[in-house]
C-alpha cells in the first residue's frame, strides 16, 4: 500500500422492505448526501465515483452505473461499476480506497445498493440451466445443503443458528436504520418459524430489503482535516475460486482462508481474536456466523459454534459480531457487503451509536458471495496504519 | 381520471422482460447430453490429478488445463452427500413442494450432481443414503439431465461419511 487512506464519509439509508417514497435515483441519493454531509463536504469535492450492486438481473435495469451517473454527481468524472455477486459491496469499498491507496485520486466516493421490492432475487437466482433439472431455490436453496455439511462435520449443537439469528436481531433493536425491528424476537419465536429449505428456518433468514450506503475516501492529508477522526484503512483482501470443483470444501472455501491469512499480514495482525475489537460479518443465514468465524480464523476448525454458544459474539462479548444487527436484519443485497464495510468504519470512528462496542479501535468488515467464492474483507481502524 | 388519481405518483410499474437465449454446449457437454439421450452417463477425467468430472466439461476448474481423454461411463447410482428440504415456491421450479434437492455423488464420480429426491418421504432422507436415478419413458427421452425423473433410495446400507466428506 503506498498511501494512506482515511474514511471521512459513512452514510446509509433507513433501508426496509419496500422504499415506494423513493426512486433508484433517490434511494442511492439518500445514501451519498447523507455521506458527504457527514464528511463536511459536496459533490464538487468528489474525484471519482465507484458503484457496486448485485446483478442487474434482480430489477432488470441494465447498467445502472449508466443511469445513476448523474444522480451521483458522476458527470464528467471518473465513474466506475464493480460487480462480485453478493460481496461486491465489499468489493466496492476495496476499489474505492484502493484508488486513494494507489494516489489516482484524492477523494472517491463509493455507493452501493439494491431495491429489492423493484426485483425478484428468488427468480434471477433460480434460473434454470439448459438441459439441467432446476431444484436449486433461491440463495437459501443453494446454501442450506453446505449448512447442514456443516453441522455434520462441527457436530454443533442444532440451536447455534437459533442463537445467533436471536443475538442479531436484539442488536439490529439499537441500529433506527436496521430494516427488522422486531421488538417480540425471541429463542422461541425463531424455532417455531417454519422450515423454509430445512434445516434453514424462516427467521434464521435475512429479509429482502430496498436500502443503499455510501463512503467517502480520502488521501492522508485531506482525511486529516475532517471534524470527526477518520477511519484508516489498514488492509484489503479479495480472493475468488471456482463454484465447483472436484474436492472442493463448499462448507469452508479455501479462497476464505487465503483470504483471511492475506489481510491479517497486511495488516500486520497475527491473532485476529485477541487483536480485532469487533466484527462485521456477511451472515445471510444465521449458521454463517459459526461458519464464518471458523472462516476467518477466529476459531479452530469445527469450533466456530462455541464463540455463538459462550455469548463472545454477543455485542457484550470478547468479539462481537454483526453489532448493527447485520443481514439477518437488513438485506439490499448489493448495498450488504459496503454496510458491514460501513459499521466496522463507524466503530472505529465512535459513530455507532446504541450499538457501539466501547473502545472499538480495530474493526473487520466481511463480504461473500456467488457460491461462496468471492471473498471481500478489510480491516479499519482509530490508529493510523 | 379524477384529480387525487391524477396527483398519485407512479410508484411501481411493471415492465415484463422477456429473455430468448441460444445456448451453445460446447464439445465436451454435447457428447454428455447426446449420451443423456441414450440412457448413458459419461465422466471425464481430469489429466492431472485423475479425478471424474461427471457431467464432463471441457476443462478442469480447478486445474485450468483441457479434459481431452476418453470418457468414462458411470452407473446410474450412487450416494446423497448432502440435501436440503425445500418448502419454497420459485417460479423457475416445477416441481411439488415440499421436495428433498440432493447432490448425489455417483459411484465412481469425484463431483456432485444436483436432482430431486423420489419414492421416499422427506423425513426419511439423509447424508450418505445410497440412491438409484429412475428414468422417463424412453419415448420422452431429450438430450438432457431431466431424463433422470428422480433417484430413488435402494435400500443399501449408507455409505460412511469419510467416503464422501470431501465432497460437501
Ligand atoms: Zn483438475
Given at each position: 500500500m503506498a498511501e494512506r487512506c482515511g474514511i471521512v464519509g459513512?452514510?446509509?439509508?433507513?433501508h426496509d422492505s419496500k422504499r415506494l417514497d423513493v426512486s433508484m435515483v433517490g434511494l442511492v441519493r439518500e445514501a451519498a448526501l447523507r455521506a458527504l454531509e457527514d464528511a463536511e463536504l459536496t459533490w464538487k469535492d468528489i474525484d471519482a465515483v465507484v458503484i457496486g450492486k448485485a446483478p442487474d438481473l434482480f430489477e432488470g435495469v441494465m447498467m445502472p452505473e449508466l443511469y445513476l451517473a448523474d444522480a451521483l454527481g458522476g458527470a464528467y468524472k471518473p465513474m466506475l461499476r464493480v460487480h462480485t455477486a453478493g460481496s461486491?459491496?465489499?468489493s466496492t469499498g476495496i476499489v474505492a480506497a484502493s484508488l486513494v491507496e494507489a494516489g489516482v485520486h484524492d477523494r472517491v466516493l463509493a455507493v452501493a445498493f439494491e431495491k429489492q421490492s423493484e426485483s425478484n432475487a428468488m427468480w434471477a437466482l433460480s434460473i434454470a440451466m439448459p438441459f439441467s433439472v432446476a431444484t436449486v431455490a433461491g440463495a437459501g436453496g443453494f446454501f442450506a445443503p453446505l449448512i447442514r455439511g456443516y453441522m455434520r462435520r462441527s457436530g454443533a449443537p442444532e440451536d447455534t443458528g437459533i442463537r445467533v439469528a436471536v443475538k442479531d436481531r436484539l442488536n439490529a433493536l439499537k441500529n433506527p436504520y436496521a430494516h427488522l425491528h422486531m421488538e417480540d424476537i425471541s429463542f422461541d419465536l425463531v424455532a417455531a418459524s417454519p422450515m423454509l429449505w430445512d434445516p434453514v428456518r424462516y427467521?434464521?433468514?435475512?429479509p429482502s430489503s430496498d436500502g443503499a450506503c455510501a463512503m467517502v475516501f480520502a488521501s492522508e492529508k485531506l482525511a486529516e482535516q475532517t471534524q470527526t477522526p477518520p477511519a484508516w484503512v489498514h488492509a484489503t483482501a479479495m480472493r475468488s475460486e471456482p463454484t465447483m470443483f472436484s474436492g472442493r470444501d463448499q462448507v469452508m472455501p479455501q479462497a476464505s482462508l487465503d483470504n483471511a491469512k492475506a489481510l491479517y499480514k497486511q495488516a500486520g495482525i497475527t491473532n485476529p481474536r485477541k487483536e480485532i475489537d469487533c466484527a462485521e460479518m456477511y451472515v445471510p443465514f444465521s449458521w454463517f456466523e459459526p461458519m464464518?468465524?471458523?472462516?476467518?480464523l477466529f476459531a479452530e476448525p469445527n469450533?466456530?459454534?462455541k464463540m455463538t454458544y459462550e455469548g463472545a459474539t454477543a455485542l457484550d462479548g470478547d468479539l462481537p459480531v454483526n453489532m448493527s444487527g447485520g443481514v439477518l436484519s437488513s438485506n439490499p443485497i448489493g448495498a450488504s457487503g459496503l454496510l458491514r464495510f460501513a459499521e466496522a468504519a463507524l466503530q472505529v470512528r465512535g459513530q455507532a451509536g446504541e450499538h457501539q462496542v466501547d473502545g472499538a479501535r480495530k474493526a473487520l468488515g466481511h463480504a461473500y458471495g456467488g457460491g461462496s467464492q468471492y471473498f471481500s474483507t478489510w480491516i479499519v481502524s482509530s490508529d493510523k496504519p | 381520471m379524477s384529480e387525487s388519481e391524477e396527483r398519485k405518483p407512479v410508484e411501481v410499474l411493471r415492465t415484463p422482460v422477456v429473455l430468448d437465449y441460444t445456448y451453445s454446449a460446447g464439445q465436451s457437454s454435447s457428447r454428455h447430453l447426446r449420451a443423456f439421450g441414450k440412457g448413458k452417463l459419461l465422466g471425464q477425467r481430469c489429466p492431472v490429478d485423475g479425478r471424474v468430472y461427471f457431467p464432463s466439461r471441457g476443462s478442469c476448474p480447478q486445474h485450468g488445463v483441457p479434459i481431452e481423454g476418453e470418457p468414462v461411463e458411470l452407473p446410474d447410482r450412487g450416494t446423497i452427500v448432502?440435501?436440503?428440504?425445500?418448502?419454497?415456491?420459485?417460479?423457475?421450479?416445477?416441481?411439488?413442494?415440499?421436495?428433498?434437492?440432493?447432490?448425489?455423488?455417483?459411484?465412481g464420480a469425484d463431483t456432485i450432481l444436483f436432482h430431486v429426491l423420489g419414492e421416499s418421504s422427506i423425513d426419511d432422507v439423509h447424508m450418505g443414503m445410497r440412491v438409484e436415478a429412475v428414468w422417463k419413458p424412453e419415448e420422452e427421452w431429450d438430450d438432457s439431465v431431466a431424463n433422470i425423473r428422480y433417484f430413488r433410495p435402494t435400500g443399501e446400507p449408507d455409505t460412511p461419511f469419510d467416503q464422501y466428506k470431501e465432497h460437501i
Amino acid at each position: 500500500m503506498a498511501e494512506r487512506c482515511g474514511i471521512v464519509g459513512i452514510g446509509q439509508t433507513k433501508h426496509d422492505s419496500k422504499r415506494l417514497d423513493v426512486s433508484m435515483v433517490g434511494l442511492v441519493r439518500e445514501a451519498a448526501l447523507r455521506a458527504l454531509e457527514d464528511a463536511e463536504l459536496t459533490w464538487k469535492d468528489i474525484d471519482a465515483v465507484v458503484i457496486g450492486k448485485a446483478p442487474d438481473l434482480f430489477e432488470g435495469v441494465m447498467m445502472p452505473e449508466l443511469y445513476l451517473a448523474d444522480a451521483l454527481g458522476g458527470a464528467y468524472k471518473p465513474m466506475l461499476r464493480v460487480h462480485t455477486a453478493g460481496s461486491v459491496g465489499g468489493s466496492t469499498g476495496i476499489v474505492a480506497a484502493s484508488l486513494v491507496e494507489a494516489g489516482v485520486h484524492d477523494r472517491v466516493l463509493a455507493v452501493a445498493f439494491e431495491k429489492q421490492s423493484e426485483s425478484n432475487a428468488m427468480w434471477a437466482l433460480s434460473i434454470a440451466m439448459p438441459f439441467s433439472v432446476a431444484t436449486v431455490a433461491g440463495a437459501g436453496g443453494f446454501f442450506a445443503p453446505l449448512i447442514r455439511g456443516y453441522m455434520r462435520r462441527s457436530g454443533a449443537p442444532e440451536d447455534t443458528g437459533i442463537r445467533v439469528a436471536v443475538k442479531d436481531r436484539l442488536n439490529a433493536l439499537k441500529n433506527p436504520y436496521a430494516h427488522l425491528h422486531m421488538e417480540d424476537i425471541s429463542f422461541d419465536l425463531v424455532a417455531a418459524s417454519p422450515m423454509l429449505w430445512d434445516p434453514v428456518r424462516y427467521l434464521e433468514t435475512c429479509p429482502s430489503s430496498d436500502g443503499a450506503c455510501a463512503m467517502v475516501f480520502a488521501s492522508e492529508k485531506l482525511a486529516e482535516q475532517t471534524q470527526t477522526p477518520p477511519a484508516w484503512v489498514h488492509a484489503t483482501a479479495m480472493r475468488s475460486e471456482p463454484t465447483m470443483f472436484s474436492g472442493r470444501d463448499q462448507v469452508m472455501p479455501q479462497a476464505s482462508l487465503d483470504n483471511a491469512k492475506a489481510l491479517y499480514k497486511q495488516a500486520g495482525i497475527t491473532n485476529p481474536r485477541k487483536e480485532i475489537d469487533c466484527a462485521e460479518m456477511y451472515v445471510p443465514f444465521s449458521w454463517f456466523e459459526p461458519m464464518w468465524c471458523e472462516g476467518m480464523l477466529f476459531a479452530e476448525p469445527n469450533e466456530g459454534w462455541k464463540m455463538t454458544y459462550e455469548g463472545a459474539t454477543a455485542l457484550d462479548g470478547d468479539l462481537p459480531v454483526n453489532m448493527s444487527g447485520g443481514v439477518l436484519s437488513s438485506n439490499p443485497i448489493g448495498a450488504s457487503g459496503l454496510l458491514r464495510f460501513a459499521e466496522a468504519a463507524l466503530q472505529v470512528r465512535g459513530q455507532a451509536g446504541e450499538h457501539q462496542v466501547d473502545g472499538a479501535r480495530k474493526a473487520l468488515g466481511h463480504a461473500y458471495g456467488g457460491g461462496s467464492q468471492y471473498f471481500s474483507t478489510w480491516i479499519v481502524s482509530s490508529d493510523k496504519p | 381520471m379524477s384529480e387525487s388519481e391524477e396527483r398519485k405518483p407512479v410508484e411501481v410499474l411493471r415492465t415484463p422482460v422477456v429473455l430468448d437465449y441460444t445456448y451453445s454446449a460446447g464439445q465436451s457437454s454435447s457428447r454428455h447430453l447426446r449420451a443423456f439421450g441414450k440412457g448413458k452417463l459419461l465422466g471425464q477425467r481430469c489429466p492431472v490429478d485423475g479425478r471424474v468430472y461427471f457431467p464432463s466439461r471441457g476443462s478442469c476448474p480447478q486445474h485450468g488445463v483441457p479434459i481431452e481423454g476418453e470418457p468414462v461411463e458411470l452407473p446410474d447410482r450412487g450416494t446423497i452427500v448432502t440435501y436440503s428440504v425445500n418448502r419454497v415456491p420459485s417460479e423457475n421450479i416445477d416441481l411439488e413442494l415440499p421436495y428433498a434437492a440432493i447432490q448425489v455423488l455417483l459411484d465412481g464420480a469425484d463431483t456432485i450432481l444436483f436432482h430431486v429426491l423420489g419414492e421416499s418421504s422427506i423425513d426419511d432422507v439423509h447424508m450418505g443414503m445410497r440412491v438409484e436415478a429412475v428414468w422417463k419413458p424412453e419415448e420422452e427421452w431429450d438430450d438432457s439431465v431431466a431424463n433422470i425423473r428422480y433417484f430413488r433410495p435402494t435400500g443399501e446400507p449408507d455409505t460412511p461419511f469419510d467416503q464422501y466428506k470431501e465432497h460437501i
